[in-house]
């Protein structure tokens, strides 16, 4: 008996937890802000790395941003930043691939594509890469070794960091500095 009456309490305080007592109505859990590639899930193909002659970059799309895709006080803008922490030993410092900011805040996909040919809007800028170039670099890690790459897509309140065309991305990261609602992450491995 003792036992039916833990578990009925146990689900009873389940329930009042899931409940906006004021109404009776169940509450949804909120959705974590999330960014994901149709591309590829865990593995990065050859097509999207320097081997590849037309460098193409990955298609990306993210949600859940407020709790929901729409999210009751939306951003202004996104930053993405893919970079490869795996390259510290060899170059020092964690190689940045591919950096975009002033994503405008209703803009919930990047489509697969070629940064050179123009499939952001215009509104859209392209910090400089560890490249020295400000269009995508596809994960190029030595011969033999795999290494983990990074999409970190950031949710700013503002719809402009404030800083013009080609930033760094150190003037990126400190333009970002208190502007930011949210980030998400995806990671995926790629070996030559």
Known sequence: MKRKLILFLGCLIGLLLLTDCRTGLLVESPISFYVL???????????????????????????????????????????????????????????NHWVVYDIPGSLREIKEGVDRIGVLPPIVKRGINSFGDTTYGGPCPPPGTAHRYRFKLYAM?????????????????????????DSAEMTAVFKR
């Not at 899930?41 to 037309?54: N, R, V």
């Not at 709790?67 to 510290?88: C, H, R, Y």
């Not at 309140?157 to 609602?181: F, H, P, W």
Request: proline letters at 8%.
């Open 37 to 95: 590639s149709n591309s590829f899930e865990d593995t990065i193909p050859f097509k999207y790395s320097c081997g590849s002659s037309q460098q193409f970059h990955p298609q990306l799309s993210w949600g859940g941003i407020g709790g929901d895709p729409d999210g009751a006080n939306p951003p202004g803008s996104f930053v993405m930043i893919m970079d490869d922490p795996d390259a510290i030993p060899v170059a020092g410092y964690v190689w």
């Open 157 to 181: 309140k503002n719809a402009e960091l404030g800083i013009g065309r080609a930033a760094t991305v150190a003037q990126i990261r400190a333009a970002m500095a208190s502007n930011i609602l």
